[in-house]
């Protein structure tokens, strides 16, 4: 009987024992999972699939001009705007992704969130800027902004795109510019949910950086080429017009 109850406090102990060091190890698997979905990175509400809702979007044409855009600019870029989709994702190490469709193309600007300005060229590689990303709290909810600064233009220059996600589930966009000896110019812009938020997105790589000024650059690039197709068509079809009009003309004399 004594034999038997000390074998019965010696199970109990090794179950106790094991069962506290299954406790440990369960607690240690989601330590372990907290702790990766801190590197990760918290969820963010802008991650995802946009598309820009035109009735809560003002005219980039103030912007465009305010970086010494030709007038005609604005325009053509307020007309090829009618539909807009924005892509925001977050990759591995922190790496911000936004690519911003139109029917001319994509543009993709990536740039480490948090991490100190780096150098970067347009795309023509005639200027260069500093770029940098960086989150704000702004009521409660976090802004992201990817911020430019012209340092050939000379001290107080700096573009700044940002977005924040509202009650709605409306994604508001500040473009705004920074100018050194004048006032701030700031255009809003309002995005409708397409898909996400995402979150964490794991893999890949980001297509090279490229900022606020190189990728208007490069718009309104796409703007000319667009425009140029047209009136060449236009061209066109006028020279063939004309002449068969022509030729049926000298066949009426004959």
Not at 38 to 60: D, H, T
């Amino acid at each position: 009987m004594r034999s038997f109850f000390k074998q019965g406090i010696l199970g109990g102990g090794i179950l106790l024992t094991s069962l506290g060091y299954t406790s440990l190890k369960v607690h240690r698997v989601y330590a372990d999972q907290a702790e990766q979905e801190a590197e990760m990175g918290k969820p963010r509400p802008q991650i995802g699939e946009w598309r820009r809702w035109k009735e809560e979007s003002q005219s980039l044409g103030p912007f465009l001009k305010g970086i010494g855009a030709p007038a005609i600019a604005t325009f053509f870029v307020d007309a090829i705007l009618v539909k807009n989709d924005l892509s925001i994702q977050l990759k591995e190490e922190n790496l911000l992704e936004v690519t911003d469709k139109t029917m001319l193309g994509s543009n993709v600007t990536s740039v480490q969130l948090g991490a100190e300005e780096k150098e970067c060229k347009t795309r023509g590689g005639r200027k260069k800027f500093m770029m940098s990303a960086f989150e704000t709290e702004e009521e409660g909810e976090e802004r992201i902004t990817v911020q430019c600064r012209l340092f050939q233009r000379g001290p107080g220059w700096y573009t700044q795109q940002s977005w924040i996600v509202d009650e709605d589930d409306v994604l508001r966009e500040n473009m705004v510019l920074k100018r050194a000896d004048d006032d701030d110019v700031m255009v809003k812009r309002a995005y409708r949910r397409l898909s996400g938020p995402g979150g964490h997105i794991a893999g890949g790589s980001g297509a090279g950086a490229s900022g606020d000024e190189g990728t208007v650059e490069s718009s309104w690039n796409r703007v000319m080429y667009g425009v140029a197709g047209v009136c060449t068509v236009c061209l066109v079809t006028w020279l063939l017009t004309s002449s068969r009009g022509g030729s049926a003309s000298s066949r009426d004399n004959k």
